[in-house]
């Protein structure tokens, strides 16, 4: 497919050959993380016009690049289309060249109901997906046109789209309305709060580690001198908070698709730049780490009884994470953190595990 008529190529930059813009290239490659910037945010009624994603790309590829073995492709910026569905139809057409090369697309900037195209693309190559979105909104509204309040409730009402698992992190109780939070708790799918991933990872680790999608919504962090999103936070994830869910986004083990959205292009802080392309960095950092990671993996297994009844808990030897379920397939059983397992010792079993 000729992308040549709907993305701008990105401008070449000097750089350290230890730095990872000196080994970015501009073609899609097989196993490859590609990068594609978006300027359309009519979808959170803003505006279209391609905007300069210079600056980030300038803090971006002046970091370093390590042992970084994986290629890494900046493919550029994506035109808008004449209508919000027309630039969703352009993104969902190179999300399916890059599925079908086995890339993993990083999607930057855009309104958040782009993900419904990062969705609707993998959905076509991948059934069953377990889809995690850091987002501090949790918005099911009706309607006719795709925005980034119509999104998700489009998402779940699409006869064709197969939602293994979803979870919802980072959502705010005053930002919500209280039906839309019902409702998610009633089909079952997580939900947790800012207040339960601030300091620490561990607890919603296990969110994703499974994912094939991750989508994140900048409004969920928190801004500082300078909006760093289009409808920017006092309260959200602080700056060392997203960079490693970042990186826990890339050690993910089933990841094929990511996206940051909302975040305020128009920005003039040197700080926000810096912090996007940090994000980037922590990113390519995690997926690195995984493919690192033996293919093999062994358990141990321990048994807790609790009121009688024997449940199963399994530790990854290599990686220390924790599995909940007696399947021998270790595909079918729950992620979970050695909390949930100290917690099962005492006799309290989280409601998440057992659902099944």
């Given at each position: 497919m000729n992308f040549e008529d709907f993305i701008i190529s990105p401008r070449n930059f000097k750089t350290e050959s230890w730095q990872i813009g000196n080994r970015i290239t501009k073609e899609i490659k097989e196993d490859s993380i590609v990068l594609l910037f978006i300027s359309d945010y009519r979808g959170s009624n803003g505006e279209a016009e391609v905007q300069d994603f210079t600056s980030v790309r300038k803090e971006f590829y002046k970091l370093s690049q390590l042992d970084f073995e994986i290629p890494i492709v900046d493919l550029g910026d994506l035109v808008s289309g004449k209508s919000v569905q027309d630039s969703h139809y352009i993104l969902q057409e190179v999300l399916s060249v890059c599925h079908y090369k086995r890339a993993i697309p990083l999607i930057i900037g855009g309104s958040n109901d782009f993900a419904f195209s990062l969705f609707s693309a993998l959905n076509f190559h991948k059934k069953q997906i377990n889809y995690t979105q850091i987002s501090n909104i949790i918005s099911l509204q009706q309607g006719e046109h795709i925005n980034e309040h119509t999104f998700l409730s489009k998402m779940f009402a699409t006869k064709s789209f197969s939602i293994k698992n979803y979870h919802h992190l980072g959502y705010q109780k005053h930002l919500n309305e209280a039906d839309s939070i019902k409702l998610i708790k009633e089909v079952e799918f997580d939900i947790i709060r800012l207040a339960e991933m601030m300091n620490s990872t561990e607890k919603t680790e296990p969110f994703f580690r499974k994912a094939d999608l991750v989508t994140v919504n900048c409004d969920a962090i928190e801004s500082f001198s300078e909006p760093f999103s289009m409808n920017p936070q006092v309260n959200g994830l602080n700056r060392r908070e997203i960079c490693a869910y970042m990186k826990e986004i890339g050690l993910s083990e089933n990841l094929k698709s990511v996206g940051i959205f909302n975040y305020n292009i128009y920005s003039e802080s040197q700080l926000n730049h810096q912090?996007?392309?940090?994000?980037?960095?922590?990113?390519?950092?995690?997926?690195?780490?995984?493919?690192?990671?033996?293919?093999?993996?062994?358990?141990?297994?321990?048994?807790?009884?609790?009121?009688?009844?024997?449940?199963?808990?399994?530790?990854?030897?290599?990686?220390?994470?924790?599995?909940?379920?007696?399947?021998?397939?270790?595909?079918?059983c729950i992620p979970c953190s050695r909390k949930d397992f100290d917690e099962a010792k005492k006799g309290w079993l989280s409601a998440r595990l057992t659902k099944i």
């Open positions: 912090l996007l392309a940090q994000m980037i960095w922590y990113m390519i950092e995690g997926i690195n780490i995984q493919q690192s990671h033996p293919r093999e993996r062994h358990y141990e297994i321990f048994y807790v009884l609790i009121d009688d009844r024997q449940y199963t808990f399994k530790r990854d030897t290599f990686s220390n994470l924790w599995y909940f379920g007696d399947d021998e397939n270790i595909e079918n």
